[in-house]
Structures are given as structure tokens and as C-alpha cells.
């Protein structure tokens, strides 16, 4: 079985200051790992993902995580916070083993507040 | 390229009717996938079609399904609905399943109330 667990229901920052938002995972496969944002009556957006080649993923407007297989951990940050950056975030998991059907499987979210 | 529309953005319906759902994927994609997301259970995954086939499935009771036509375009149905269905039902699409190389789409959901 497959979960992801986001560390934080609720983060907020300062604009300019850094963002980290916590995930750890678990998986009996080797995992795809993702970050999703959503903005308010917005769908869902992919930020970046991890398919197993480089531990450090660079995702869209700066964010990047770096997969922890020992920590089981994909942590998303960005240097500097925008204000354009408040939404919710969602960290999912993706198994792919043995040839099974897959399915994304999403933390409860993370909700950035930044503030000025 | 046009994303996933998914139709229609806002529906209000009465407990024990019926509702059905339509989400076209982007274009050349087989995969849709449907997503239920509520304030209390978050986003929970209701099933995946590939090639009209359904092929997995999540823990929703029989009431609802759902049903891939020939040129991709799906429909979820919830028949029955009781207030607990209520909730912002998303509709993800890909080239493939998903699966490590594929990205999956979202559209911007529909927002079902029951009353």
C-alpha cells in the first residue's frame, strides 16, 4: 500500500522569505512522487515530480524538492516566497509496480499562506 | 492544445437524484481517471479508464460509476446522492495510465451540492 504524509496542514511566511513543505512517504514499490498546487476554485497543477532519475527535482516558478530514500521524504521548497505562491499543496504518490493499474495517492495538503 | 474541460462547473441537485458528470481529456490522451475532494476526507480516488476499460477502482460504494466512450470522453455517474456526496469531483487525464513517465492533467472540477 501506498500513502504520503504532509507534515503541515498549514505553513505561513513572510513574501521573500524560503518555503518548505513536508512530505514523507511510503511505498512497497519504488514511488513516483509529485507536488501538486491548487489555487482557490482552481483545478489541480503539477509543480514537479520524481521518477526515480535525479534525487533533486526542479519544478515550475522555483520550487524544487530532493527525494530522501532513506529519510522517505520529498520536501518541496522555493529560496523566496510570492505572494502569488498562497494556495495548497499536495504531495502524491504514484505506484507503478508488477505491471498493477495505478493510482495517484494525495496528503491531506499543506496550505501556504505568505504574507507581507 | 485545449486541457481537460469538465462539465458542468457547478451543479446543485436534491438528495436521492441522480447526476452524471462529463470530463473530456486533452486531446490523444487515453487515460481519465475521476477524483472526489471534500474539506473532510480530502482528495480520494475513484476510478481510472483506459480504452473504455475500467481499470482500477477505489472504495466508493456501487452508487457511483462511471464509463469511457471511444474517443476518451468520460462520465461519472452517482446515482442515489445523499448530502455526503457533495463535494468538488475532478477529472485527471494522461497519455498513458499513470504511470512514471506520464504527467496527469487536472481539469478545474465540478462542483456538485446536494440539498
Redesign the interface.
Given at each position: 500500500a501506498q500513502s504520503v504524509t504532509q507534515l503541515d496542514s498549514h505553513v505561513s511566511v513572510s513574501e521573500g522569505t524560503p518555503v518548505l513543505l513536508r512530505c514523507n512517504y511510503s511505498s512497497s514499490y519504488s514511488p513516483?512522487l509529485f507536488w501538486?498546487v491548487q489555487h482557490p476554485?482552481?483545478?489541480?497543477?503539477?509543480l514537479l515530480?520524481y521518477?526515480?532519475a535525479a534525487t533533486l527535482v526542479k519544478g515550475i516558478n522555483g520550487f524544487e524538492a530532493e527525494f530522501k530514500k532513506s529519510e522517505t521524504s520529498f520536501h518541496l521548497t522555493k529560496p523566496s516566497a510570492h505572494m502569488s505562491d498562497a494556495a495548497e499543496y499536495?504531495c502524491v504518490v504514484?505506484d507503478?509496480g508488477a505491471g498493477t493499474?495505478?493510482?495517484?495517492?494525495?496528503?491531506?495538503?499543506t496550505r501556504l499562506q505568505v504574507t507581507l | 492544445k485545449a486541457g481537460v474541460t469538465q462539465t458542468p462547473r457547478y451543479l446543485i441537485k436534491t438528495r436521492g437524484q441522480q447526476v452524471t458528470l462529463s470530463c473530456s481529456p486533452i486531446s490523444g490522451h487515453r487515460s481519465v481517471s475521476w477524483y472526489q475532494q471534500t474539506p473532510g476526507q480530502g482528495l480520494q480516488f475513484l476510478f481510472e479508464y483506459f480504452s473504455e476499460t475500467q481499470r482500477n477502482k477505489g472504495n466508493f460504494p456501487g452508487r457511483f460509476s462511471g464509463r469511457q466512450f471511444s474517443n476518451s470522453r468520460s462520465e461519472m455517474n452517482v446515482s442515489t446522492l445523499e448530502l455526503g456526496d457533495s463535494a468538488l469531483y475532478l477529472c485527471a487525464s494522461s497519455q498513458q495510465r499513470t504511470s512514471k513517465n506520464t504527467e496527469a492533467f487536472f481539469g478545474q472540477g465540478t462542483r456538485l451540492t446536494v440539498v
Open positions: 513516483s501538486y476554485n482552481k483545478g489541480l497543477q503539477l515530480k521518477t526515480s499536495f504514484s507503478d493499474a495505478s493510482k495517484l495517492t494525495f496528503g491531506t495538503g | -
